[in-house]
């Protein structure tokens, strides 16, 4: 059986939060063949959802609990937008706070993790969030490309508006 299909975060196995792994579901009590491994804000310490139980929404209800942080998040225009993401989409691997980026009035999909040899293609489409990290960070664009690698100490994150298709990215260090 395929995991379900999220439109937040088309790949979450790409981006290693499901994977292909046996768990028993403590939401459906059910065996499944993959699991969550991702981001999950709960009183309750939780382990072993499968991706189904994040799909429909009965994970975060059973445990009062989020995929990612709504404080970090930019606007959308659609509150059930808001609602889809934090309550029936995988979240991605942040080192510090996931941020979950916007276009187009709804979230963007994330896409990977990278650095700047993954993104160098896409300055020019990226230009104004790179200038923005740079201003935020206190960096050069030359410190920004040489320092963002995958796995290194300044992160990248990939999104991809899911209307016009328009890379947006936002990075993370540690």
């Keep these: 059986m395929k995991s379900p299909e999220f439109k937040y975060n088309p790949n979450p196995i790409l981006l290693n939060v499901i994977k292909k792994e046996k768990t028993h579901c403590p939401v459906c009590k059910k065996h ?80 990977q993790y990278v650095g700047w040899k993954e993104i160098e293609h896409l300055e020019k489409e990226l230009s104004e969030d790179i200038a923005t990290i740079c201003y935020e960070y206190g960096l050069t664009k030359e410190e920004f490309q040489s320092w963002l690698t995958n796995d290194g100490s300044l992160q990248g994150y990939l999104f991809k508006c899911i209307h016009c298709e328009k890379h947006r990215l936002c990075i993370d260090s540690n």
């Design 32 to 111: 499944r063949e993959f699991v969550y491994d991702g981001p999950f804000y709960s009183e309750e310490d939780v382990e072993g959802l499968c991706p189904w139980c994040i799909s429909d929404g009965s994970a975060a209800k059973m445990y009062n609990g989020t995929f990612q942080d709504d404080a970090s998040c930019e606007k959308v225009d659609k509150e059930e937008y808001l609602d889809e993401l934090i309550h029936r989409t995988p979240g991605y691997l942040g080192w510090q706070q996931e941020y979950w980026l916007s276009h187009c009035g709804d979230f963007c999909a994330i896409v």
